[in-house]
Every structure is written in C-alpha cells, then in structure tokens.
C-alpha cells in the first residue's frame, strides 16, 4: 500500500498565466503521472484585485490532485510547509481508499469505517507521512512583479527543508524559475537533500518577462522524467524505492 516515493510540484505565483498552454490541463497531466500540484498564490499588499487569480490557484491544484493557498508575503514560511505536507496527507489518503475500494467494494473509502477502524487507518496514514520518501520540485515565478518578494520566498524554502528533514523519510528538492531567458522554465538548484545552500542561488535569479506558467509546468513534467530515466541508467536492476532510500 505504501507508495514508493510521493512526488510533488510546489508552484509560487504572484501572477496570472498570460502566455502557452492551460496550466490545470498540464496539472491534470502531471496527476495522471502520479505527481501532485500544489499552488501558492502571493497576494499584492493593497492591490489585491490586481493579484493572482483564485481561480487559476485553484483549478490548477484541483486538476493536479494538489493544495491551494492565496495568501499575503508574511504567511508565505508557514504555508508552504503546511502546503507540502497537507497534500503527503492526501495523497497516501488517496492510496488508501483505493486500497479499502478494492479490500471491502466499490463505494467505500476512510470515512465509510466505524470510528475506532477510520482511527486505526489515519494512524497508518500518518506513519506513511512520517516515513515515505518526498521529491518536491518548487517552482518560483520571477516574472518582474516577484522582485521584491524572492527573500521571502528563499527564507521560506529553507524553513521547508529544515521542517521536512525532520522527518524519518528521504526528502529531495530541485527549484526551477520561470520564465527563463529562451525556455519556459530554467533549472536553478539540482536536486539536493538540503535546501539551505538555496542562499547562493536566489542572487542570481534574474526577474522579468511574461508568466508562462503552463509551459513552465511541463517543464517541470520533463525534469522529473529525466529524473526518472536517470535513475533506471545508473541503478539498473533496482527498484526507484531502492535507489531513492540508498
């Protein structure tokens, strides 16, 4: 019942998508994948009509099976994490009803069971929560409007990996900012276990330009098939849990 590896898009937005494809339908893509799309938009401080859409916030992660915040700069540490693991929990839940689907029926799932049972499952889902293996891929907006907000993004990201590495499972984490300078999506930090050397990458961010926020999931779609097909190359005859806890 366990899953592998929960695998996780963690998008940061200020803004609306104004250029490429649909963001939800790459989302719902991406959770066909079994990775999930959790999205974080930042409010601007009194201009809030002219922020980021609750909409798109929402249909995004609603098709990528994911969490949605809409929240001011200051809450932004806070609800990533709560964000990240929100959403482990939902997705091992989503494991579990189907497991329960296919042990008691169609039409069954944790809340259908007696109180003392569902407690017993939400005991188990828990210590899934504490012990499955995590690959967050974050997505940062840059577009021009973020400038002044990627501190705040970089303090949060390390309060993340300080929060998740407190757990007993394998975490790794890759940034990816967009736009980039010719794609949609450019590769600023390399999967790592830590994220608290993400102090020298944020300097070198360079914001502007258009937020192609569905072409820069797709990228992020690329990233973890690369990924993916990295590991089979190097790990021959391992199985991705293997690899992921050596």
Same mark, same amino acid.
């Given at each position: 019942?366990?899953?592998?590896?929960?695998?996780?898009?963690?998008?940061?937005?200020?803004?609306?998508?104004?250029?490429?494809?649909?963001?939800?339908?790459?989302?719902?893509?991406?959770?066909?994948?079994?990775?999930?799309?959790?999205?974080?938009?930042?409010?601007?401080?009194?201009?809030?009509?002219?922020?980021?859409?609750?909409?798109?916030?929402?249909?995004?992660?609603?098709?990528?099976?994911?969490?949605?915040?809409?929240?001011?700069?200051?809450?932004?540490?806070?609800?990533?994490?709560?964000?990240?693991?929100?959403?482990?929990?939902?997705?091992?839940?989503?494991?579990?009803?189907?497991?329960?689907?296919?042990?008691?029926?169609?039409?069954?799932?944790?809340?259908?069971?007696?109180?003392?049972?569902?407690?017993?499952?939400?005991?188990?889902?828990?210590?899934?929560?504490?012990?499955?293996?995590?690959?967050?891929?974050? +997505?940062? *907006?840059? =577009?021009? &409007? %973020?400038?002044?907000? /990627?501190?705040?993004? $970089?303090? @949060? +990201?390390? *309060?993340? =990996?300080? &929060? %998740?590495?407190?757990? /007993?499972?394998?975490? $790794?984490? @890759?940034?990816?900012?967009?736009?980039?300078?010719?794609?949609?999506?450019?590769?600023?930090?390399?999967?790592?276990?830590?994220?608290?050397?993400?102090?020298?990458?944020?300097?070198?961010?360079?914001?502007?330009?258009?937020?192609?926020?569905?072409?820069?999931?797709?990228?992020?779609?690329?990233?973890?098939?690369?990924?993916?097909?990295?590991?089979?190359?190097?790990?021959?005859?391992?199985?991705?849990?293997?690899?992921?806890?050596?």
């Amino acid at each position: 019942m366990k899953p592998s590896t929960l695998k996780q898009i963690l998008l940061i937005t200020d803004g609306c998508s104004n250029r490429g494809e649909d963001p939800a339908a790459v989302a719902a893509l991406a959770y066909a994948q079994h990775i999930t799309v959790n999205v974080i938009g930042i409010l601007e401080e009194g201009h809030a009509e002219h922020s980021v859409s609750l909409e798109e916030v929402e249909n995004i992660a609603k098709a990528g099976g994911g969490v949605s915040q809409l929240i001011y700069k200051q809450a932004l540490t806070e609800t990533v994490q709560m964000v990240t693991k929100q959403a482990m929990t939902q997705t091992i839940e989503g494991v579990v009803n189907q497991e329960l689907k296919q042990i008691l029926g169609p039409g069954n799932t944790l809340d259908d069971l007696p109180p003392d049972k569902r407690g017993d499952v939400l005991e188990v889902v828990e210590d899934i929560s504490e012990t499955a293996n995590l690959e967050v891929l974050i +997505l940062v *907006d840059t =577009s021009a &409007s %973020m400038h002044h907000k /990627l501190q705040v993004v $970089k303090e @949060a +990201l390390i *309060d993340l =990996s300080i &929060s %998740m590495n407190a757990r /007993l499972g394998n975490n $790794k984490f @890759a940034i990816f900012g967009f736009p980039g300078k010719r794609e949609a999506a450019v590769k600023v930090m390399d999967w790592t276990e830590r994220l608290e050397n993400v102090s020298s990458v944020f300097p070198k961010l360079a914001t502007g330009g258009v937020t192609p926020t569905g072409p820069a999931l797709r990228e992020a779609l690329h990233e973890f098939s690369r990924q993916t097909l990295g590991k089979r190359s190097a790990n021959d005859g391992m199985t991705e849990y293997e690899e992921f806890g050596s």
